[in-house]
Each structure stands twice: as structure tokens, then as C-alpha cells.
């Protein structure tokens, strides 16, 4: 069993920047795979960015160059660099974590990018 805790949504300008967090209840050394993904009112949950196989990144086109993810397994800890926001990032921000066969979800941190 584990648990996934985000933290650091809030308002922002355009422009402006947040790091997210996500918390893990436990190692995330050897983990599969974990991610950000977000959703927006009406949409469906989209990835945003994450590591495959420990150590892989990737990253949605849309937020390629602005967007920056990276972990600390010391902490236990993933997080995302958002810099550069815009309106468009407006979302519920999700941490997902996969250990073998089995995911996790935390329970989504709100981002709303506002003048």
C-alpha cells in the first residue's frame, strides 16, 4: 500500500511560476513509473510529464521548455517545476505512481492561472 500526498497548487498569474510536490508513503528508488497528470473541467485527464523506468522523462508538448520534473528518493518526493504559466494550465494537478502492477493516486491539487 502507499500514499500519494500533492501540495503547492494555488493562484498565479500569467507568467508566473509553482513547484508541486508529491509525497510518497514509501521508496520510490526502484519505482516503475511516476507522473503528473491534470485535469481540466470538462476534459479528460491528460498526462503532463513523467519518469519511465527510474529514470525517463517525458513530457506533453504543451508544456515542453516550461515545465521541469524531477524527484528526490531521499524524500521520497517528486516534483514539478512550472514556470511560465498560462491560463491554459488551469487544472487539478494528479501525482500517479505505479510499483509493478499496482497504481496509486493522489487527490489532486488545484492550479488555476488567473490575472
Known amino acids: 500500500q502507499a500514499q500519494l500526498v500533492e501540495s503547492g497548487g494555488g493562484l498565479v498569474q500569467p507568467g508566473g511560476s509553482l513547484r508541486l510536490s508529491c509525497a510518497a508513503s514509501r521508496s520510490i528508488y526502484s519505482i516503475d513509473t511516476m507522473a503528473w497528470y491534470r485535469q481540466a473541467p470538462g476534459k479528460q485527464r491528460e498526462l503532463v510529464a513523467g519518469f519511465y523506468s527510474g529514470s525517463i522523462t517525458n513530457y506533453a508538448d504543451s508544456v515542453k521548455g516550461r515545465f521541469t520534473i524531477s524527484r528526490d528518493n531521499s524524500k521520497n518526493t517528486m516534483y514539478l517545476q512550472m514556470n511560465s504559466l498560462k491560463p491554459e494550465d488551469t487544472s487539478v494537478y494528479y501525482c500517479?505512481?505505479?510499483?509493478?502492477?499496482?497504481?496509486?493516486w493522489g487527490q489532486g491539487t488545484q492550479v488555476t492561472v488567473s490575472s
Open positions: 500517479y505512481a505505479r510499483w509493478l502492477s499496482t497504481v496509486y
